[in-house]
């Protein structure tokens, strides 16, 4: 298993920026997919942007495209997004999470197996 602590998210005006950091504590960081997803009050989880164990292949939400840039440093055990262009509507908890079973899903939160505890992201318009 392997334990995932966010952090660096806050209150942000629109248009503004933030790194979000997801540092993984455990074994094996690099042969793990790792995601991102968020959840928004009263609304469900959602996808977010996903990078695989190499860091070669990203995948992004349509929503967050050519905004959101993920990214991972596998000698530093850590995952990260950055967010640019801030919208309102970008508000939620993001949560970071490693996906240890092989297969072809990688956008769905059931596929991915650790969690971390959450960052909040404010925006303000």
């Known amino acids: 298993q392997v334990q995932l602590v966010e952090s660096g998210g806050g209150l942000v005006q629109a248009g503004g920026s933030l790194r979000l950091s997801c540092a993984a504590f455990?074994?094996?960081?690099?042969?793990?997919?790792m995601g991102w997803f968020r959840q928004a009050p009263g609304k469900e989880r959602e996808f977010v942007a996903t990078?695989?164990?190499?860091?070669?292949?990203?995948y992004y939400a349509d929503s967050v495209k050519g905004r959101f840039t993920i990214s991972r440093d596998n000698a530093k055990n850590t995952v990260y997004l950055q967010i640019n262009s801030l919208k309102p509507e970008d508000t939620a908890v993001y949560y970071c999470?490693?996906?240890?079973?092989?297969?072809?899903?990688?956008?769905?939160?059931?596929?991915?197996?650790?969690w971390g505890q959450g960052t909040q992201v404010t925006v303000s318009s």
């Open positions: 455990g074994r094996a960081f690099s042969s793990y997919r």
């Open positions: 999470a490693a996906k240890m079973r092989w297969g072809t899903v990688i956008s769905d939160a059931t596929e991915y197996d650790c």
């Open positions: 990078i695989n164990r190499s860091g070669e292949s990203t």
